[in-house]
């Protein structure tokens, strides 16, 4: 269930209800009991998980802390920015090196069907014209 934050009109407070998505607003401010309480909007607390998302798009604890370990987290992020780029230049290089293939082969059995369909030469057919009288 999803958590709203309501603020108070009356005392300024903020509070936080855990409801379902068709229940009515709350109304009433239980810390003052004024009538005027408003919804804010938040940004919802979710992290997508799995094989399309990269884990450094969310923060961790090594890049809150401290600027020393900053340093190394950031050096940590280059190193695998260099590993991605790495891989990325690889599968070009196959794609590169596949279409090359497949376009020799596609060379290739155009050169064979070219010389099925090559008629004979002149000489040739006197010769089997003379071979067969």
Known sequence: MPIYEYACQKCGKKTEAIQR???????????CGGTDLKKLASAPAIQFK????????????????????????????????EKA??????EKAEKRD????????????????AADKRPEKPAEKKKEKKAKE
Not at 23 to 30: A, D, F, R, S
Not at 52 to 72: H, L, N, R, V, W
Not at 85 to 90: G, T, V
Not at 99 to 106: C, L, M, N, Q, S
């Open 21 to 31: 998505m068709g229940e009515k607003t709350l109304k009433i401010c239980p810390h």
């Open 50 to 81: 799995g094989s399309g998302f990269y884990k450094t798009d969310y923060p961790t604890a090594t890049m809150e802390s401290g600027k020393a370990e900053g340093q190394s987290a950031s050096s940590g992020k280059s190193e695998s920015g």
């Open 85 to 90: 780029e790495k891989r990325e230049s690889a």
């Open 98 to 113: 596949s279409a090359e293939k497949a376009e020799k082969r596609d060379s290739a059995e155009k050169a064979e069907k």
